[in-house]
């Protein structure tokens, strides 16, 4: 049986540290479907994992990667047969379960989705983890009410992974997007990728919160949590909804009843790790459809697989924009 090259992920005498391994197909976790992984990607998630700084990995040894795309190289579940590309992301991928940082990757087939037409493994891992919770942002929010004509929508961690692409999604569906963003260097970049207007963190003053402000908002996709989202809360229109994502803030906040009973604003949580199969399919195919970020190209960097111990660094320092694409074959 042939090895393959592993970016693993091991937890010795207390330490987390990570090594290249040579495996083969029979060590990793089971799983119906094997992959031939042409592509992963680098989410923060998978930085606070290789580092050690989060408890993210629920199992020592595990190869690392949330994110996998590649070609089914053998299945024994009907649904899949070789030579199919698809995708694997979310569930206990590079968690719990061996991850796409790897040459072959062995995976439950209810975990797989099928490479909708108009994205191949590069495109897809552009998008990966990161686009798929700003597509899935999205879709709660229009289920919500929100329409390009209700008014502005407001991305804050405009420059992250999701940020980016949520501003690039909406701005292409015909929102006005505003970023808010904590780097002013990178006003030019926001501008290009789609935000019609940037703004500053340092503009707003958090430390004097309204229950209720000038309602501003149609819309809201927040990566930060803490007193950026208690602001937003504050400033939305009324019937706005809010797509709460991150936490690179807080994982608190603090806000009154008021937005949600006065303005009936709606606080939707966005869960890409365990969104049911149905929902996963549909906002992959509006990724790679009316969804597909139209500057997905400029807002990516691809890496060797050779380079990814080194790259993790950089997204604990907040020293990344946009998307990291890992090169796997």
């Known amino acids: 049986m042939s090895s393959f090259k592993a970016f693993r992920t091991f937890n010795e005498d207390g330490k987390v540290s990570n090594r290249v391994v040579d495996m083969t197909v029979d060590q990793l976790d089971p799983g119906e479907v094997v992959i031939r992984t042409l592509a992963s990607s680098i989410n923060f998630k998978d930085a606070l994992s290789a580092t050690g700084k989060g408890r993210i990995i629920r ?150 919160l309204k229950p209720l402000d000038k309602a501003t908002w149609a819309g809201a996709v927040d990566n930060l949590g803490g007193d950026v989202l208690s602001w937003m809360a504050s400033t939305m229109q009324v019937g706005g909804p809010i797509a709460c994502i991150g936490l690179a803030a807080s994982h608190t906040f603090n806000t009154t009843v008021m937005p949600f009973i006065l303005r009936g604003v709606t606080l939707c949580g966005v869960d890409s790790v365990n969104c049911p199969m149905p929902q996963r399919t549909e906002v992959w195919q509006r990724l790679a459809t009316d969804m597909k970020p139209r500057h997905l190209a400029a807002m990516t960097r691809t890496i060797d697989f050779a380079n990814l111990p080194g790259a993790f660094d950089a997204f604990i320092n907040g020293a990344v924009r946009g998307r990291t694409v890992v090169r796997i074959a």
């Open 59 to 208: 199992r020592f040894p595990c190869n690392g990667g949330i994110d996998g795309a590649g070609v089914v190289e053998s299945s024994t579940d009907p649904a899949f047969k070789a030579g199919d590309q698809v995708i694997c992301t979310s569930y206990d991928v590079g968690v719990a379960h061996d991850g796409g940082y790897a040459g072959r990757m062995r995976v439950p087939a209810a975990w797989v989705v099928k490479m909708p037409a108009g994205l191949d493994a590069y495109e897809a891992m552009a998008l990966g983890t990161a686009g798929f919770t700003a597509g899935l942002a999205v879709v709660r929010m229009e289920a919500n009410g929100l329409k390009p004509a209700n008014g502005p929508v407001i991305v804050s961690g405009a420059t992250g992974g999701v940020g980016s692409i949520a501003v690039d999604i909406l701005a292409g569906l015909g929102y006005h997007v505003v970023a808010l963003t904590g780097k002013e260097a990178e006003t030019d970049y926001l501008s290009e990728i789609g935000a019609r207007e940037v703004m500053l963190r340092s503009s707003l003053n958090l430390e004097k």
